[in-house]
């Protein structure tokens, strides 16, 4: 079975739940006990532990008792789906034996339409979620939030450089990747032109501080979403064994995760490279708590076939004719692409790609959106 080699939620937190108000999390999410696995026929959010933090750091042993303790204290906003604590992943023999437990899950959970929110661990765990989608006859968008872009070719399953093997190995699903809140200084000229050659959205740190909006159409199209904890200042995060004095303050952190949870495509979410302490562990929950806001707020445009229901904007330039799209009820936007993207088996004549008003805004002053010449040129690649 698939989740034979799954630990259930320890003893002291099940009593630990025992003593919270009864409104809190922890009274109502449903848990994988010494006697019971949970019924997952109606759940829509699973959280599961992975206790492999090798790819981080070969010294530590990772712990998620403090984050379980948090996110139960906290109360759920006005969610009316069940929610699932599958317990723990423990560290396999071998870092592979770990990433095989793990993709499996995630392979099945999706195959039930059910949402995986990995707590890692490092973060070369975001492979073993992405081998996940294999059987699942689509291609891929990952978004990293992420100070680093994590291409190292030294180590084959490090949290610095599992985008090397979602590139590179077989089979190949990955069609866009997207990194948010990359620091300069952390990456190599090498390595910007390398993501660049390869038409990925990446986007320093500045950019999304400034104007934090920027990243809502970069989730809105990712598949998987997966969140680096030294992204977070050390002022924020409370991460001082690994001390990052910039990246995204507390606050930014939760509206990309909400970002991320609203996002009708996002199937899977994971927060990574943490030590599991007591310091950490407010602001993770406070994270997976924001990913779970979002997700009750879910539009369901996704995939868009009927466009009858939106505006269509249509914006002829010089040598090119850009047709974006409207939602009056959500104020989103999107931006036809004309390729063939397939969804489920399904073959489209054109996509939408998730776009910002600003997009529309620089097309009708006769600029091209630089996400639209992106996606023309993997289309063509």
């Known amino acids: 079975m698939v ?18 108000s009864f409104n809190a999390i922890g009274k109502s999410i449903i848990l994988h006990t010494e006697n019971h696995f949970p019924d997952l026929a109606e759940i829509k959010i699973a959280l599961i532990g992975v206790l492999d933090n090798r790819g981080f750091d070969q010294n530590s042993k990772i712990t998620i008792h403090n984050i379980r303790k948090s996110f ?96 590179m190995q077989e089979p190949s699903n990955l069609f866009n990747f997207s990194v948010l809140g990359y620091q300069t200084y952390f990456s190599s000229q090498d390595e910007i032109e390398l993501l660049e050659n390869m038409h990925f959205d990446i986007y320093r740190l500045g950019e999304i501080s400034s104007d934090i909006k920027i990243a809502e159409p970069i ?67 406070q994270i997976i708590w924001y990913f779970i806001e979002g997700f009750q707020y879910r539009t369901n445009e996704y995939p868009i076939v009927n466009t009858e229901e939106l505006l269509k904007y249509i914006v002829p330039l010089e040598d090119v004719e850009l047709i974006f799209y409207h939602s009056v009820h959500t104020q989103k936007w999107w931006i036809e692409v004309p390729y063939g993207m397939q969804f489920k088996g399904v073959t489209y004549d054109f996509s939408l790609l998730p776009c910002s008003r600003e997009d529309y805004e620089c097309a009708i002053n006769s600029e091209i959106p630089e996400r639209w010449w992106k996606a023309q040129k993997k289309s063509l690649s």
């Open 3 to 20: 989740f034979d080699f799954f630990r259930p939620v320890e003893q002291e937190i099940i009593d630990f739940t025992e003593h919270l």
């Open 72 to 167: 139960y204290s906290l109360f759920p906003g006005n969610w009316n789906f069940k929610i699932a604590d599958l317990g723990d992943i423990p560290m396999g023999q071998s870092q592979r034996d770990t990433h095989y437990v793990l993709k499996n899950a995630v392979s099945y959970l999706l195959h039930q339409k059910i949402i995986p929110v990995v707590i890692g661990g490092s973060q070369d765990l975001t492979y073993a979620m992405y081998r996940g989608y294999d059987d699942l006859g689509q291609t891929v968008n990952c978004v990293s939030v992420d100070s680093k872009f994590d291409v190292n070719r030294q180590h084959e399953f490090g949290a610095n450089s599992f985008l090397t093997q979602m590139i």
């Open 219 to 285: 989730m809105r199209d990712a598949d998987i979403v997966s969140f680096d904890m030294t992204s977070v200042q050390s002022s924020s995060s409370g991460n001082f064994d690994v001390f990052s004095p910039n990246g995204f303050d507390g606050k930014e952190a939760c509206v990309l995760s909400r970002y991320a949870g609203i996002s009708d495509r996002v199937s899977s979410f994971g927060i990574f490279n943490h030590f599991g302490t007591e310091r950490e562990s407010g602001l993770i929950s």
